[in-house]
Nanobody, 123 residues
Framework: QVQLVESGGGLVQAGGSLPLSCAAS????????MGWFRQAPGKEREFVAA????????YYADSVKGRFTISKDNAKNTVYLQVNSAKPEDTAVYYC????????????????WGQGTQVTVSS
């Protein structure tokens, strides 16, 4: 089993920045990729970004490309999502997820999920 704990959410003004973190523990040696998803009120959960466990490959949703950066600290088993140039439409609960098999944008591909952290962008 793998446990994921997100932190770093909060309130940010439009145009501002906010760092999110996801600490992984447990059987992390089995992991292939980590991803960030988000869910706004009344909407389905959507893919934001993903990174290979090795940290070599990253992938972003078009809506955040150029504004968000996903990265990983291998020594700390922690994945980060740097939110820059925040927009009100970025307001959502952000979830960290882990996958044993592939780097994917599909929600159902991911085996482990964190509890989520709220990000609110004020206009």
């Amino acid at each position: 089993q793998v446990q994921l704990v997100e932190s770093g959410g909060g309130l940010v003004q439009a145009g501002g920045s906010l760092p999110l973190s996801c600490a992984a523990s447990g059987r992390t040696s089995s992991l292939y990729a980590m991803g960030w998803f988000r869910q706004a009120p009344g909407k389905e959960r959507e893919f934001v970004a993903a990174i290979r466990w090795s940290g070599r490959y990253t992938y972003y949703a078009d809506s955040v490309k150029g504004r968000f950066t996903i990265s990983k600290d291998n020594a700390k088993n922690t994945v980060y999502l740097q939110v820059n140039s925040a927009k009100p439409e970025d307001t959502a609960v952000y979830y960290c997820a882990a996958d044993d098999r592939r780097l994917s944008t599909g929600i159902h591909e991911y085996d482990y999920w964190g509890q989520g952290t709220q990000v609110t962008v004020s206009s």
